[in-house]
């Protein structure tokens, strides 16, 4: 096989599944382009979103890798580094420099850097044990701190958002004790409607699970072997394990070292690429632009659309990211739930109709146009339904 005349290869910054995905879909279209993936970590390929449900099916980190790095390699016929962190890029001399010392030259530059867990200011001696679980390692971490308190583990988990209820659902089916803290009054409340949020919270109390809504924690001491969380309101709550679910922030640094325009995210264009003609964004850390505005999309969908279209066109085939509006399945199995929220910022009204078998949640803007809904028990048909509203 002749070599691609461009002998620098395209090389992508990250081995989560934006990276990956992008890697296959180049591999589709392009098997002579030398293809290079600079990992922080170990560089396992697995389902990331597999992390908040996979305590009650008894999985250990382990059993979520689907491939190793050197696997990967082999299957995309690319070189995979493992544990090199980049620290700078030039984008004018087209390289990236690694703490190791090493200077890698690239043709196309790709970033899926994904995002961090937000990190609160918490007092206490027991703050720097709060965990965050937004990676293969974190959640081996959690299931040893797990195996350590034993059955019927008490968790708190502070946020109710997104990740929070997954976990708090998930922890509860594998027989923990669970208490959710958030600031608002539901859970959910940036993503659901009220009556989907009530849903839920009245699920949750046939399992056990503790709300603690309208609070959020203020400090974390050590007790013994286990923590104590002080909330604001001064009640104090007894714990083996706290989890910090307040959200996530895209990856920033080395984008704005580099000089890179971001805001929320590194800013792309409708082709998925930064302000830097030869380097592109996907996955968690980028904010694409839509027809609602610029957001950031931290989901499972955008990213594979970004994949397809920017692998499309570093293959010489220059394609626009369709990026369009999509519903979250909420892994709740207590409730399930599919949520697709109305843009930030939206003026509206909800309005719910329950027909006996579901809740279905319509977000009706000022004009009277759909611009969000969710529903309970949610069916494949009336999920696209809804969405061709949208």
């Not at 931290?298 to 066109?313: D, Q």
């Not at 207590?334 to 910022?345: I, K």
């Not at 003026?347 to 579901?358: P, Q, S």
């Not at 319509?362 to 309970?376: N, P």
């Amino acid at each position: 096989m002749n070599a691609h005349p461009d002998a620098r290869p395209i090389v992508i910054v990250g081995a989560g599944m934006a990276a990956y995905s992008l890697a296959r879909e180049l591999r589709k279209r392009d098997q002579r382009r030398a293809l290079l993936l600079v990992a922080s970590d170990a560089g396992h390929s697995y389902a990331k979103p597999m992390l908040s449900n996979a305590i009650a099916l008894g999985k250990g980190a382990q059993q979520l890798v689907a491939h190793s790095a050197a696997a990967m390699a082999a299957q995309l016929g690319a070189g995979v580094r493992t544990h090199t962190r980049v620290s700078a890029i030039d984008s004018a001399a087209r390289t990236l420099a690694t703490d190791g010392g090493e200077t890698i030259g690239y043709a196309k530059l790709v970033l899926a850097l994904g995002a961090q867990p937000i990190r609160l200011a918490l007092e206490g001696d027991g703050a720097a044990a709060v965990l965050s679980v937004n990676h293969l390692d974190d959640y081996a971490e959690l299931r040893a701190r797990l195996e350590r308190a034993g059955a019927a583990a008490r968790v708190v988990i502070l946020g109710a958002g997104l990740i929070g209820c997954e976990f708090a659902d998930d922890l509860a089916a594998g027989g923990h004790q669970v208490t959710l803290v958030d600031p608002q009054p539901r859970p959910l409340a940036a993503l659901a409607a009220p009556a989907l949020s009530n849903g839920l919270a009245a699920a949750w109390r046939e399992r056990g699970i503790t709300l603690r809504l309208g609070t959020t924690a203020a400090r974390v001491d050590r007790d013994g072997a286990a923590l104590a969380v002080t909330l604001a309101d001064a009640s104090v709550l007894a714990a083996d394990l706290v989890i910090s679910a307040v959200g996530l922030r895209p990856r920033l640094a080395l984008a704005q070292a580099a000089g890179l325009a971001t805001a929320r995210g590194i800013v792309v264009d409708a082709y998925g690429r930064t302000s830097a003609g030869d380097i592109y964004a996907l996955g968690d850390c980028a904010e694409y632009s839509t027809a609602g505005g610029s957001v950031v999309l931290p989901y499972v969908a955008p990213l594979l659309t970004a994949a397809r279209a920017i692998a499309a066109t570093l293959a010489g085939q220059p394609t626009p990211l369709a990026v369009k509006p999509d519903a979250v399945i909420v892994k709740t199995p207590s409730y399930r739930l599919a949520l697709a929220p109305p843009p930030p910022g939206t003026a509206g009204t909800w309005v719910e109709r329950d027909d006996g078998e579901r809740i279905v949640a319509r977000f009706i803007d000022q004009l009277g146009a759909l611009r969000g809904f969710g529903l309970s028990a949610p069916t494949a048909a009336l999920r696209a339904s809804l969405l061709a509203e949208l």
